[in-house]
């Protein structure tokens, strides 16, 4: 089976490793289970400290949401950090907020540090108010990040429109720390770094039991066994099997890309190339990406029955935010698993002694990975602990009824966004 048809970021990877299946018997100091940026950021800074680290992903490197996402590299989480703090309370979410507002100076010095070519461009990003109540909660958000004294700005219409190239919006708000990357050139290149520092990396080698052995953790897989004192899980909403599933609610989002567009109209749209999305509850994401590709997503499942009011949907917004694209198509379409959780929050699940499952970034991972994947590792080592605190593992009730009625909001929104 192929992984991830049609996604454009599998169609342009410019490093696209391959690593073996695990076929022996391996004792480590820290197993991994999962390959996307979660299990490589343990994996690089594990083995460029020195452990000795082994990781098996189920398919192949990125398969999961790092593979398939967007590649807006944001500062902190979907919340906002009033609400994060009022959640866990100040101290607690005082911790978290820091810790994932530096998220994007972890990514670009990782990708700097180690060349690693994903089309990484730092121009910020920007969050659009598609109606009036978009543009309060915007507000709110600029006044809490420019408390912490993040290098945020709020656009008005005029300018919102100079930058995107669309007149939908009220206004947006900058964030100078964000960019955008290929996402699954960045996962490769992790990859690529933490076999380097010695880490081993297996592909199509699935978990299929974990169990405890003697002081530490056995992980089988069809074809070998990985011993190790530590255990990481790293699956977050791609859980293959009983070994690696989470109690997160799974929620689809689909992304189209155009054609690599003409070049008068690859400078009138996102000019600055700034990644951006909207404050619509069923929310649009829009980008450029290196050769010129219109990038636009939204909530839903096109590998589900929605699949035509999405798509549709899709065709009409492209025209209604640029309508001098009537008429250009899309060449690729494919659809990622976010994992959502009730608080919107990461969790850090204890599985036993020395054993973790994180997950729950909620649809904004790709700094949060990065930085609970190097906490996981200081954990690990002893040399220092995770952003939240490790709770004992909660069921997520009534997950298919919730996933259902995320899916029914966005083919219906969508049913209505396309008449219009
Ligand atoms: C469509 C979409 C758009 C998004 N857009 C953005 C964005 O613009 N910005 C942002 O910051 N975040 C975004 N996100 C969220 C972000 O992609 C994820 O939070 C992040 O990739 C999670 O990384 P991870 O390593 O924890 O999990 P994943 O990347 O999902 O990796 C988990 C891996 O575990 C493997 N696995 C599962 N079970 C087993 C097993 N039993 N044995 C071995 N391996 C196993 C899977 O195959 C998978 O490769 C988006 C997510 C999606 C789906």
């Known amino acids: 089976m192929m992984d991830a048809p049609h996604s454009l970021w599998r169609a342009t990877v410019p490093e696209p490793g391959s690593f073996p299946a695990l076929e022996r018997n391996l004792s480590v100091d820290v197993a991994i289970i999962g390959g996307g940026y979660t299990g490589l950021s343990a994996a690089c800074h594990l083995a460029e400290a020195g452990a000795s680290v082994a990781l098996v992903e189920a398919r192949s490197i990125g398969f999961g949401g790092s593979g398939r996402n967007v590649g807006l590299v944001n500062a902190g ?34 990708i700097a540090r180690h060349q690693i070519r994903c089309e990484a461009v730092r121009n910020g990003t920007l969050h659009c108010a598609h109606s009036a109540a978009g543009l309060r909660d915007l507000t709110a958000r600029f006044a809490q990040q420019q408390a912490r004294g993040a290098p945020v700005a709020l656009l008005d219409p ?10 939908a919006y009220l206004g947006a708000l900058w964030d100078g720390r964000a960019g955008t990357i290929q996402p699954l050139a960045y996962a490769q ?34 074809k070998g066994t990985l011993r190790a004192a530590r255990l990481i899980q790293a699956t977050n909403a791609y859980g293959a099997g009983r070994a690696g599933q989470n109690p997160v609610i799974p929620a689809h989002f689909f992304q189209l890309a155009t054609a690599p567009l003409p ?29 010129g590709r219109l990038l636009l997503g939204a909530l839903g499942n096109l590998d589900g029955p929605g699949r035509g009011p999405h798509a549709a949907w899709a065709r009409r917004k492209l025209e209604k935010l640029f309508p001098q694209l009537r008429g250009i198509g899309f060449d690729h379409a494919w659809t990622g698993r976010i994992a959502m959780t009730t608080t919107h929050l990461p969790c850090v699940h204890s599985l036993g002694p020395k ?3 994180i997950f729950g970034y909620s649809g904004r991972g790709i700094g949060p990975g990065t930085v609970f994947g190097r906490a996981a590792a200081q954990w690990a080592l002893g040399t220092g602990d995770f952003p939240v605190a490790i709770t004992d593992p909660a069921p997520e009730p009534a997950v298919a009824l919730k996933a259902a009625a995320l899916e029914t909001g966005a083919v219906l929104t969508h049913l209505v966004g396309a008449r219009h």
């Open 77 to 110: 989480l979907w919340v906002p950090p009033d609400s994060v703090e009022a959640r866990l309370g100040t101290p607690a979410g005082t911790r978290l907020n820091a810790a994932l507002a530096e998220g994007p100076e972890v990514v670009f010095d990782l």
């Open 158 to 167: 005029a300018q919102t429109a100079s930058r995107t190239g669309t007149t």
């Open 263 to 291: 070049v008068a109209l690859q400078s009138a749209i996102l000019s600055g190339r700034e990644g951006c999305w909207d404050t619509a509850p069923v929310l649009t994401s829009l980008r450029m990406e290196a050769s």
């Open 355 to 357: 054993a973790v499952s």
């Open 189 to 222: 290149g992790l990859a690529r770094v933490a076999r380097q520092y010695g880490a081993q990396i297996f592909e199509h080698s699935p978990a299929l039991a974990v169990s405890r052995t003697g002081d530490g953790w056995s992980v089988s897989t069809p």
